[in-house]
């Protein structure tokens, strides 16, 4: 079984997801757990442990736990960094990255009506329940998921615009 | 997750988003996330929806800490109902907003409606980081229930908690 540079590429990105979720989203390591994962499975590929393509995302997934266990026991063995070196759980050299996705975050959302942004919040955040939202907002369960798939659909939208216009290479 | 749940992730896209909104809010039980994580490791489709809405949860919990500043002290307070949980979105946002380097913080606990170790032993984290630069970090309007808590684990006798916020602010011009 091979897998291409591509497809490498995408398990990569997802495993940064995985990572982050079980790590923090401020875990200074993320990017070497999830090199860690890839080494270990590229050489699983190799030794042809992989027998059934099917199941590849599930073997990629116990590596990536079992990458990640490691690491908190090596975080529970070493001692505490300095207090005085940074804050806890900083991870500067994403600072700048994220300070410039949550301008752009926030110039969409400016964008997003008052009725998008009361739906996405009811349901994204306040985790309210589709017959709460649409006793509150006088909507059926139809004009529920229309409104919002299009209120997701929008931000979507303008985010990969927005994206793209920012991409270097773009201006 | 069941094979019925993988069926319904594509046939049912509500089904499908409040799966997304439930892993990315840390609600779903560890094996059900196990096999929401191994079933976009190999979907396309599912990760491009995970994406967005993770985005989009950034973008709609940028107001969830809200920062003011009174003269030299900068204020934290929460939006709304907020949980200093382990892994919690406030508490996440609380790391965020702490990367400044304001030495003279009052923290708003006003809407804090619950609080674990996790939470507490990131106050405490930031307050040596605060008190390392030779600064302040006091407490505000802690709930009876947050207020018990402190006491307990004899966190109160090291951070000072205030229940008017003009005295709190007064405390730092006095110290």
Redesign the interface.
């Known amino acids: 079984m091979t897998v291409s540079p591509d497809a490498l590429e995408a398990y990569r990105l997802k495993l940064r997801y995985k990572v982050y979720y079980h790590l923090g989203s401020s875990c200074p390591d993320a990017e070497d757990v999830v090199q860690e994962t890839l080494t270990r499975f590229l050489r699983a590929l190799q030794d042809e442990k992989i027998h059934n393509p099917e199941s590849t995302a599930a073997f990629l997934s116990g590596i990536c736990n079992n990458v990640i266990q490691e690491y908190r026991r090596r975080l529970w063995k070493e001692p505490l960094r300095d207090p005085d070196s940074s804050p806890p759980g900083c991870a500067r050299d994403r600072e700048p990255e994220m300070l410039e996705l949550r301008q752009v975050i926030a110039l969409i959302m400016g964008q997003l009506s008052q009725r998008d942004r009361g739906l996405l919040c009811a349901f994204y955040l306040e985790e309210k329940c589709r017959e709460e939202i649409c006793r509150t907002m006088g909507l059926s369960d139809v004009q529920f998921r229309v409104a919002l798939f299009r209120a997701k659909g929008r931000f979507r939208k303008s985010y990969h615009e927005t994206m793209k216009q920012n991409a270097p290479g773009e201006h | 997750m069941n094979g019925a749940d993988k069926v319904q992730l594509h046939q049912n896209?509500?089904f499908r988003?409040e799966m997304i909104?439930d892993?990315?809010?840390?609600?779903l039980d560890t094996d059900t996330?196990?096999a929401f994580?191994?079933?976009?490791?190999?979907c396309?489709d599912c990760?491009e929806e995970?994406?967005?809405?993770?985005?989009?949860?950034?973008?709609?919990?940028?107001s969830?800490v809200e920062l003011r500043r009174v003269q030299d002290v900068l204020v934290l307070q929460f939006a709304?109902p907020a949980q200093l949980t382990r892994?919690s979105f406030e508490l996440?946002e609380l790391?965020?907003v702490?990367?400044q380097k304001d030495t003279k913080v009052l923290i708003d606990l006003g809407r804090v409606i619950k609080i674990d170790s996790a939470g507490l032993g990131?106050l405490m984290?930031?307050y040596?980081?605060v008190v390392?630069k030779q600064g302040m970090l006091k407490l505000l309007n802690p709930s009876p229930e947050v207020q018990t808590l402190l006491r307990l684990t004899k966190i109160d006798s090291v951070l000072e908690t205030y229940h008017d916020e003009r005295q709190a602010l007064e405390s730092f011009d006095s110290a």
């Open positions: 896209p509500v988003e909104r892993y990315l809010l840390k609600k996330a196990e994580e191994r079933h976009y490791l190999s396309d990760f995970l994406r967005v809405a993770q985005v989009l949860m950034a973008g709609l919990r940028q969830k709304g892994q996440e790391q965020r702490f990367q990131q984290s930031h040596s980081h390392k």
